[in-house]
Protein backbone atom coordinates (compact mmCIF):
# COMPACT_ATOMS: atom_id res chain seq x y z
CA UNK A 1 0.00 0.00 0.00
CA UNK A 2 0.57 3.49 -0.38
CA UNK A 3 2.79 3.13 -3.25
CA UNK A 4 5.48 0.66 -1.31
CA UNK A 5 6.16 -2.36 -3.95
CA UNK A 6 7.67 -5.35 -2.84
CA UNK A 7 7.07 -8.65 -4.24
CA UNK A 8 4.86 -11.04 -2.43
CA UNK A 9 6.31 -14.23 -1.92
CA UNK A 10 9.70 -15.57 -2.77
CA UNK A 11 11.14 -19.50 -2.52
CA UNK A 12 14.70 -20.20 -1.35
CA UNK A 13 16.14 -23.23 0.08
CA UNK A 14 17.89 -23.82 3.37
CA UNK A 15 21.74 -22.00 3.25
CA UNK A 16 20.75 -19.73 0.22
CA UNK A 17 21.14 -15.96 0.19
CA UNK A 18 17.65 -14.29 -0.56
CA UNK A 19 17.25 -10.39 -1.27
CA UNK A 20 13.90 -8.81 -0.76
CA UNK A 21 13.41 -6.07 -2.85
CA UNK A 22 11.13 -2.68 -2.08
CA UNK A 23 10.53 0.62 -3.37
CA UNK A 24 8.62 3.43 -2.22
CA UNK A 25 7.81 7.27 -2.72
CA UNK A 26 10.59 9.51 -1.89
CA UNK A 27 9.30 12.71 -1.20
CA UNK A 28 8.63 13.45 2.81
CA UNK A 29 11.05 10.36 3.28
CA UNK A 30 12.78 10.47 7.02
CA UNK A 31 14.24 6.38 7.51
CA UNK A 32 13.12 2.64 6.34
CA UNK A 33 12.21 -0.20 8.78
CA UNK A 34 12.24 -4.00 8.30
CA UNK A 35 10.50 -6.31 10.29
CA UNK A 36 9.31 -9.70 10.34
CA UNK A 37 6.20 -11.54 10.72
CA UNK A 38 5.78 -15.06 11.05
CA UNK A 39 2.24 -16.56 10.43
CA UNK A 40 -0.50 -15.74 12.77
CA UNK A 41 2.23 -13.72 15.13
CA UNK A 42 2.85 -9.83 15.67
CA UNK A 43 5.56 -8.29 13.53
CA UNK A 44 9.10 -7.53 15.05
CA UNK A 45 11.72 -5.12 14.21
CA UNK A 46 14.64 -6.42 12.10
CA UNK A 47 16.80 -3.50 10.98
CA UNK A 48 16.59 0.57 10.21
CA UNK A 49 18.44 2.44 7.70
CA UNK A 50 18.00 6.38 7.84
CA UNK A 51 21.63 7.08 5.27
CA UNK A 52 22.63 5.34 2.40
CA UNK A 53 24.77 2.34 2.49
CA UNK A 54 24.45 -1.17 3.83
CA UNK A 55 23.46 -1.76 7.75
CA UNK A 56 24.55 -5.45 8.50
CA UNK A 57 22.79 -7.19 11.62
CA UNK A 58 24.31 -10.94 11.55
CA UNK A 59 22.58 -12.78 8.65
CA UNK A 60 20.47 -9.99 7.63
CA UNK A 61 21.86 -6.75 5.94
CA UNK A 62 19.75 -3.73 4.96
CA UNK A 63 20.55 -1.42 2.20
CA UNK A 64 19.14 1.86 1.60
CA UNK A 65 19.48 4.64 -1.66
CA UNK A 66 17.39 7.74 -0.50
CA UNK A 67 17.79 9.13 -3.88
CA UNK A 68 16.59 6.32 -5.77
CA UNK A 69 13.84 5.97 -3.32
CA UNK A 70 15.26 1.67 -2.86
CA UNK A 71 16.21 -0.88 -0.38
CA UNK A 72 16.50 -4.05 0.41
CA UNK A 73 16.60 -6.78 3.03
CA UNK A 74 19.03 -9.35 2.69
CA UNK A 75 18.86 -12.94 4.54
CA UNK A 76 21.94 -14.73 4.04
CA UNK A 77 22.30 -18.63 5.31
CA UNK A 78 18.75 -19.08 5.23
CA UNK A 79 17.22 -21.42 7.89
CA UNK A 80 13.96 -23.26 8.15
CA UNK A 81 13.03 -20.45 10.88
CA UNK A 82 13.31 -17.49 8.36
CA UNK A 83 9.93 -18.39 6.68
CA UNK A 84 8.01 -15.32 7.28
CA UNK A 85 6.46 -12.50 5.58
CA UNK A 86 9.27 -9.36 5.72
CA UNK A 87 7.45 -6.00 5.84
CA UNK A 88 9.38 -3.01 4.13
CA UNK A 89 8.23 0.26 6.20
CA UNK A 90 9.71 4.06 5.07
CA UNK A 91 8.61 6.41 7.58
CA UNK A 92 7.06 9.02 5.82
CA UNK A 93 5.99 11.16 8.92
CA UNK A 94 4.27 8.40 10.59
CA UNK A 95 5.36 4.64 9.63
CA UNK A 96 3.72 3.05 6.15
CA UNK A 97 4.18 -0.10 5.70
CA UNK A 98 4.13 -2.82 2.71
CA UNK A 99 1.99 -5.72 2.19
CA UNK A 100 4.56 -7.97 2.61
CA UNK A 101 6.97 -10.82 1.22
CA UNK A 102 6.46 -14.07 1.63
CA UNK A 103 9.76 -15.92 1.94
CA UNK A 104 9.25 -19.70 1.79
CA UNK A 105 11.97 -21.44 3.03
CA UNK A 106 12.32 -25.10 1.32
CA UNK A 107 14.81 -27.99 2.78
CA UNK B 1 8.88 -6.16 30.78
CA UNK B 2 5.36 -7.79 29.63
CA UNK B 3 5.97 -5.53 26.54
CA UNK B 4 2.91 -4.92 24.60
CA UNK B 5 -0.40 -6.70 25.94
CA UNK B 6 -3.76 -6.85 24.27
CA UNK B 7 -6.66 -8.71 25.15
CA UNK B 8 -8.76 -10.16 23.86
CA UNK B 9 -6.43 -12.47 21.33
CA UNK B 10 -9.81 -13.78 19.66
CA UNK B 11 -13.61 -12.15 19.26
CA UNK B 12 -16.32 -12.96 17.12
CA UNK B 13 -18.92 -9.68 17.16
CA UNK B 14 -22.46 -9.93 15.38
CA UNK B 15 -23.27 -6.75 13.39
CA UNK B 16 -24.42 -3.53 14.71
CA UNK B 17 -22.66 -4.43 18.43
CA UNK B 18 -19.79 -2.64 20.17
CA UNK B 19 -16.09 -3.64 22.16
CA UNK B 20 -13.19 -2.07 23.46
CA UNK B 21 -9.95 -3.64 22.13
CA UNK B 22 -7.20 -3.47 25.28
CA UNK B 23 -3.78 -2.76 25.29
CA UNK B 24 -1.18 -1.59 27.33
CA UNK B 25 2.60 -1.41 27.47
CA UNK B 26 4.79 -1.24 30.81
CA UNK B 27 7.76 0.22 29.11
CA UNK B 28 6.86 4.07 29.66
CA UNK B 29 6.91 4.44 26.06
CA UNK B 30 5.47 8.02 24.98
CA UNK B 31 3.70 6.97 21.55
CA UNK B 32 0.92 4.32 21.40
CA UNK B 33 -0.70 3.18 18.00
CA UNK B 34 -3.27 0.82 16.53
CA UNK B 35 -3.21 -0.81 13.02
CA UNK B 36 -5.04 -3.15 11.07
CA UNK B 37 -3.56 -6.05 8.91
CA UNK B 38 -6.28 -7.40 6.52
CA UNK B 39 -5.22 -10.81 4.73
CA UNK B 40 -2.71 -10.08 2.13
CA UNK B 41 -2.62 -6.51 3.05
CA UNK B 42 0.02 -4.23 5.18
CA UNK B 43 -0.87 -3.01 8.28
CA UNK B 44 -2.75 0.63 8.13
CA UNK B 45 -2.59 2.92 10.87
CA UNK B 46 -6.10 3.38 12.58
CA UNK B 47 -5.56 6.06 15.01
CA UNK B 48 -2.09 7.09 17.60
CA UNK B 49 -1.59 9.00 20.54
CA UNK B 50 1.80 11.21 21.19
CA UNK B 51 0.84 10.86 24.86
CA UNK B 52 -1.43 10.49 27.81
CA UNK B 53 -4.82 12.88 26.48
CA UNK B 54 -3.79 13.46 23.27
CA UNK B 55 -4.94 11.27 20.19
CA UNK B 56 -4.88 11.77 16.67
CA UNK B 57 -6.36 9.91 13.76
CA UNK B 58 -4.50 7.74 11.09
CA UNK B 59 -5.00 6.45 7.52
CA UNK B 60 -8.62 4.43 8.45
CA UNK B 61 -10.02 6.25 11.50
CA UNK B 62 -13.68 5.56 10.49
CA UNK B 63 -15.70 3.58 12.59
CA UNK B 64 -13.37 3.80 15.69
CA UNK B 65 -12.52 6.08 18.48
CA UNK B 66 -9.71 5.83 21.27
CA UNK B 67 -8.82 7.30 24.27
CA UNK B 68 -5.43 7.21 26.05
CA UNK B 69 -6.11 8.34 29.80
CA UNK B 70 -2.67 7.08 31.14
CA UNK B 71 1.00 6.44 29.77
CA UNK B 72 -0.02 2.85 29.80
CA UNK B 73 -2.77 2.27 28.63
CA UNK B 74 -4.67 2.62 24.74
CA UNK B 75 -7.85 1.10 24.03
CA UNK B 76 -9.70 0.62 20.64
CA UNK B 77 -13.10 1.40 20.78
CA UNK B 78 -15.64 -0.10 17.72
CA UNK B 79 -19.24 1.34 17.67
CA UNK B 80 -22.07 -0.73 15.93
CA UNK B 81 -19.69 -3.35 14.39
CA UNK B 82 -19.62 -4.14 10.62
CA UNK B 83 -18.10 -6.93 8.36
CA UNK B 84 -15.75 -4.59 7.11
CA UNK B 85 -14.32 -4.39 10.75
CA UNK B 86 -12.96 -7.81 10.53
CA UNK B 87 -9.39 -7.87 10.75
CA UNK B 88 -6.40 -8.36 13.07
CA UNK B 89 -5.97 -5.74 15.43
CA UNK B 90 -2.42 -4.35 16.10
CA UNK B 91 -1.43 -2.22 18.75
CA UNK B 92 2.37 -1.17 18.81
CA UNK B 93 4.58 1.59 21.00
CA UNK B 94 7.40 3.06 20.97
CA UNK B 95 9.55 5.82 23.11
CA UNK B 96 9.80 8.63 20.95
CA UNK B 97 10.04 9.51 17.21
CA UNK B 98 13.24 10.75 16.78
CA UNK B 99 16.29 9.02 15.08
CA UNK B 100 16.98 5.59 17.45
CA UNK B 101 13.88 5.77 19.66
CA UNK B 102 11.00 5.36 17.24
CA UNK B 103 11.34 1.54 17.09
CA UNK B 104 8.02 0.45 17.35
CA UNK B 105 7.41 -2.58 19.40
CA UNK B 106 4.04 -4.35 18.34
CA UNK B 107 1.28 -6.69 20.28
CA UNK B 108 0.26 -9.99 19.62
CA UNK B 109 -2.88 -9.14 18.24
CA UNK B 110 -6.51 -9.57 18.44
CA UNK B 111 -8.56 -11.42 15.70
CA UNK B 112 -11.46 -9.97 15.06
CA UNK B 113 -14.52 -11.34 12.96
CA UNK B 114 -17.73 -9.50 12.61
CA UNK B 115 -20.64 -12.03 11.30
Known amino acids: GQNIDQPTEMTATEGAIVQINCTYQTSGFNGLFWYQQHAGEAPTFLSYNVLDGLEEKGRFSSFLSRSKGYSYLLLKELQMKDSASYLC????????FGAGTQVVVTP | NAGVTQTPKFRILKIGQSMTLQCAQDMNHNYMYWYRQDPGMGLKLIYY???????DKGEVPNGYNVSRSTTEDFPLRLELAAPSQTSVYFCASSRDTGVGTDTQYFGPGTRLTVL
Open chain 1, 89 to 96: APRRGKLQ
Open chain 2, 49 to 55: SVGAGIT
